[in-house]
Nanobody, 126 residues
Framework: QVRLVEAGGGLVQAGDSLRLSCLVS????????IAWFRRAQGKEREFVAA??????YYAETVKGRFTVSRDDAQNTAWLQMNSLSSEDTAVYYC?????????????????????WGPGTQVTVSS
């Protein structure tokens, strides 16, 4: 069983930055792709960003503002979020998928990820 725990959420002002972390309990973290999704109240879950050991992927809505990174030695991934707006208010989840060659085809689909964290709330006040 792989467990994920997010941290770093909170209440910030529009224009502020926030850094989320995701600790993954597995000795095989480097074999996993890790992604961030979010769900705003009343909306569908949406892809935010993902990282493999070689590539990063971003949703158009966050490209240029958010940065995903990972440190496999620490079993940790981060989501640096800059220039936050009220549109970014949501519960943020990290999730992992055992990497395979088809990952670029489905990285935006939540169904492609096997394990999920409980989520952390990010609230941006305008």
């Amino acid at each position: 069983q792989v467990r994920l725990v997010e941290a770093g959420g909170g209440l910030v002002q529009a224009g502020d930055s926030l850094r989320l972390s995701c600790l993954v309990s597995t000795p095989s973290f480097s074999n996993y792709a890790i992604a961030w999704f979010r769900r705003a109240q009343g909306k569908e879950r949406e892809f935010v960003a993902a990282a493999t050991v070689r590539e990063t992927y971003y949703a158009e809505t966050v490209k240029g503002r958010f940065t995903v990174s990972r440190d496999d030695a620490q079993n940790t991934a981060w989501l640096q979020m800059n220039s936050l707006s009220s549109e970014d208010t949501a519960v943020y989840y990290c999730a992992v998928a055992w990497w395979n060659i088809d990952f670029p085809k489905y990285y935006m689909q939540g169904s492609g990820y096997e394990y999920w964290g409980p989520g952390t709330q990010v609230t941006v006040s305008s």
